[in-house]
């Protein structure tokens, strides 16, 4: 019995410095640079908010914090590099409502689950997409006459989109879903290359995040028929929302998305609030409010409990979404 309980004892003795020493792990961290991994290219929306953010967040962290761009399969890859990384937080991933609702719908095959091996961190923002032509591949100023031109010449017109599977894509697929509208679908790389192609007439139109498409609207180079909000963007006051087009099957359309930061699943929970903390704190300074509600954004602060929440159900909003789409990615 004595050799038994010196037994218990070393074995408590030895769980308890280990638990000591994880948390004095969490509480100096961190002591190198942080790695926040991109699923999109570079000049992207994802892009421009990841360093907008990067900076200041190095600062409050005490640490540099380095973009790693790993774009590729609507952003797949970057999530399945993250959920095997060590989960110490010095891997974070960017990801969006498409990397982490949409994609789990879309892709059948995927290596990684994107609710269970990922731990939500911050919600940064709600980001407003916005219905974008070329008055000169397809003259309409409202979106009666958009839905009028395309629904007299089915399989003409050609949309653009960042990416199979990407939020741009899946906001034109419920709209075309919506309406019934039959166009066809070009993916490309990224924002700049999708943009590219409707500003040279290559494609008619796509759904644009309010931001990256700004500067082409104001040129006048492009023409902004309706954002996929619920209600109108600030920044751009005078587009009418889709949902306030009065045509049928728009009532209600919302297909905003977010864009968030993920750690793999076992990240310390000490770790998780510390950069939770530090992006509120980010997200609180006038100058990071001020340019991101510009670009037609709306700031999103949430605590990691209610980011899984948010996970959650925008996993089930966008299957139903690609169940009424009929859209599948193999």
Same mark, same amino acid.
């Given at each position: 019995?004595?050799?038994?309980?010196?037994?218990?004892?070393?074995?408590?003795?030895?769980?308890?410095?280990?638990?000591?020493?994880?948390?004095?792990?969490?509480?100096?961290?961190?002591?190198?640079?942080?790695?926040?991994?991109?699923?999109?290219?570079?000049?992207?929306?994802?892009?421009?908010?990841?360093?907008?953010?990067?900076?200041?967040?190095?600062?409050?962290?005490?640490?540099?914090?380095?973009?790693?761009?790993?774009?590729?399969?609507?952003?797949?890859?970057?999530?399945?590099?993250?959920?095997?990384?060590?989960?110490? !937080?010095? &891997?974070? +991933?960017?990801?969006? %409502? /498409?990397?982490?609702?949409?994609? #789990?719908?879309?892709?059948?095959? @995927? $290596?990684?689950?994107?609710?269970?091996?990922?731990?939500?961190?911050?919600?940064?923002?709600?980001?407003?997409?916005?219905?974008?032509?070329?008055?000169?591949?397809?003259?309409?100023?409202?979106?009666?006459?958009?839905?009028?031109?395309?629904?007299?010449?089915?399989?003409?017109?050609?949309?653009?989109?960042?990416?199979?599977?990407?939020?741009?894509?899946?906001?034109?697929?419920?709209?075309?879903?919506?309406?019934?509208?039959?166009?066809?679908?070009?993916?490309?790389?990224?924002?700049?290359?999708?943009?590219t192609s409707v500003l040279k007439g290559?494609?008619?139109?796509?759904?644009?995040?309010?931001?990256?498409?700004?500067?082409?609207?104001?040129?006048?180079?492009?023409?902004?028929? !309706?954002? &996929?909000? +619920?209600?109108?963007? %600030? /920044?751009?006051?005078?587009?009418? #929302?889709?949902?306030?087009?009065? @045509? $049928?099957?728009?009532?209600?359309?919302?297909?905003?998305?977010?864009?968030?930061?993920?750690?793999?699943?076992?990240?310390?929970?000490?770790?998780?609030?510390?950069?939770?903390?530090?992006?509120?704190?980010?997200?609180?300074?006038?100058?990071?409010?001020?340019?991101?509600?510009?670009?037609?954004?709306?700031?999103?602060?949430?605590?990691?409990?209610?980011?899984?929440?948010?996970?959650?159900?925008?996993?089930?909003?966008?299957?139903?979404?690609?169940?009424?789409?009929?859209?599948?990615?193999?």
């Amino acid at each position: 019995m004595p050799t038994l309980t010196r037994r218990h004892i070393l074995s408590a003795l030895s769980l308890t410095a280990l638990a000591s020493c994880g948390l004095s792990q969490a509480q100096s961290w961190p002591q190198s640079p942080i790695t926040m991994v991109m699923g999109f290219p570079a000049g992207s929306g994802v892009d421009v908010v990841g360093r907008a953010i990067q900076e200041p967040l190095g600062k409050l962290l005490g640490q540099p914090v380095i973009i790693d761009y790993k774009p590729g399969a609507a952003g797949n890859l970057m999530s399945e590099h993250v959920a095997r990384a060590k989960p110490d !937080g010095y &891997t974070l +991933a960017f990801g969006t %409502a /498409a990397t982490h609702g949409s994609n #789990a719908a879309l892709y059948k095959k @995927l $290596s990684f689950d994107v609710e269970a091996d990922f731990v939500p961190v911050a919600l940064i923002l709600d980001v407003s997409n916005v219905l974008m032509i070329n008055p000169d591949v397809l003259p309409a100023k409202t979106m009666a006459e958009f839905v009028s031109m395309v629904s007299t010449n089915p399989g003409k017109y050609n949309f653009a989109s960042t990416g199979n599977g990407t939020g741009t894509h899946m906001a034109f697929a419920e709209l075309n879903s919506r309406l019934g509208l039959n166009m066809i679908h070009v993916p490309y790389k990224g924002g700049p290359d999708a943009i590219t192609s409707v500003l040279k007439g290559e494609t008619c139109c796509m759904m644009s995040q309010v931001q990256t498409g700004m500067p082409h609207y104001k040129a006048g180079k492009v023409r902004f028929l !309706g954002v &996929t909000t +619920a209600k109108r963007v %600030a /920044a751009v006051s005078e587009v009418p #929302a889709i949902a306030e087009s009065g @045509l $049928s099957g728009t009532a209600g359309f919302d297909s905003s998305i977010w864009f968030g930061i993920f750690a793999p699943k076992g990240t310390d929970a000490q770790i998780v609030a510390k950069i939770n903390s530090a992006v509120k704190a980010v997200l609180e300074q006038p100058e990071i409010r001020s340019k991101f509600e510009a670009g037609g954004n709306t700031i999103r602060i949430e605590s990691p409990e209610q980011f899984r929440a948010t996970v959650k159900a925008n996993r089930a909003k966008w299957a139903e979404v690609v169940r009424a789409a009929n859209v599948s990615i193999d």
